[in-house]
């Protein structure tokens, strides 16, 4: 079955990039996505990406895929106070476009 | 993107009782889905609810626990049954997007059973 790895936790200077990491197992995932979720809210969608791309940029995001080490991370520059969330990344494989999540990584971010 | 609201959002309720949740979209969508995030944890699928077809339910999942209903392209219904304090979880609808694969969520309901 899919499973998807994160590190738990990564902290972080104001000002400085954060690189969150995320493995999965399953060679026929479609597409990739990254969620921020912050203290008692719900889940926003930031970016995602196909699995025939090796790279996506987004203002301060950038989401590379390796598929063949099947390994995705995001980064986020400049980051910010507001940027400290749970961060999770999911899969989708074939059609079902049902999400399997990561196990999630709370980016704390420090002045 | 979609305007997704969810009621209740937040609920106690007692052991052996039932709760459903409502989830309304401002969009006509062909796929839903019910997840639940249990305390600290990531988020599990229960349920895929397409609208003029029965619901889909996850390993783990069984309808007479967790009956769905989707009348419509917009609305959907997930309701917990006969409750036990291992349902206290937040739970969440999704719709996918299928023009761009973009799957988004609604705020969630904040479930604690007692």
């Known amino acids: 079955g899919e499973d998807v790895e994160q590190s738990l936790f990564l902290s972080v200077r104001e000002g400085d990039s954060s690189v969150i990491n995320c493995t999965y197992t399953?060679?026929?995932?479609?597409?990739l996505y990254w969620y921020k979720q912050e203290p008692g809210a719900g889940l926003q969608l930031l970016t995602y990406?196909?699995?025939?791309?090796d790279m996506k940029q987004d203002q301060r995001l950038t989401v590379l895929l390796n598929k063949k080490d099947k390994h995705l991370s995001l980064r986020i520059a400049d980051t910010q106070t507001g940027d400290s969330a749970i961060y999770f990344c999911?899969?989708?494989?074939?059609?079902?476009?049902?999400?399997?999540f990561g196990t999630g990584t709370r980016l704390q971010v420090t002045l | 993107s979609a305007v997704i609201s969810q009621k209740p959002s937040r609920d106690i309720c007692q052991r052996g009782t039932s709760l459903t949740i409502q989830c309304q979209v401002d969009?006509?969508?062909?796929?839903m889905f019910w997840y639940r995030q249990q305390p600290g944890q990531s988020l599990t699928l229960i349920a895929t609810?397409?609208?003029?077809?029965?619901?889909?339910?996850e390993s783990g999942f069984v309808i007479d626990k967790f009956p769905i209903s989707r009348p419509n392209l917009t609305f959907s219904t997930l309701t917990v049954s006969n409750m036990s304090p291992e349902d206290s979880s937040i739970y969440l609808c999704?719709?996918?997007?299928?023009?761009?694969?973009?799957?988004?969520f609604g705020p969630g309901t904040r479930l604690t059973v007692t």
């Open positions: 399953d060679s026929s995932s479609t597409y």
């Open positions: 999911a899969e989708t494989t074939g059609t079902a476009s049902k999400l399997t």
């Open positions: 609810a397409n609208q003029g077809s029965e619901a889909t339910y």
């Open positions: 990406i196909f699995s025939n791309m």
């Open positions: 999704s719709v996918l997007w299928t023009s761009s694969y973009e799957q988004y």
């Open positions: 969009s006509q969508v062909t796929m």
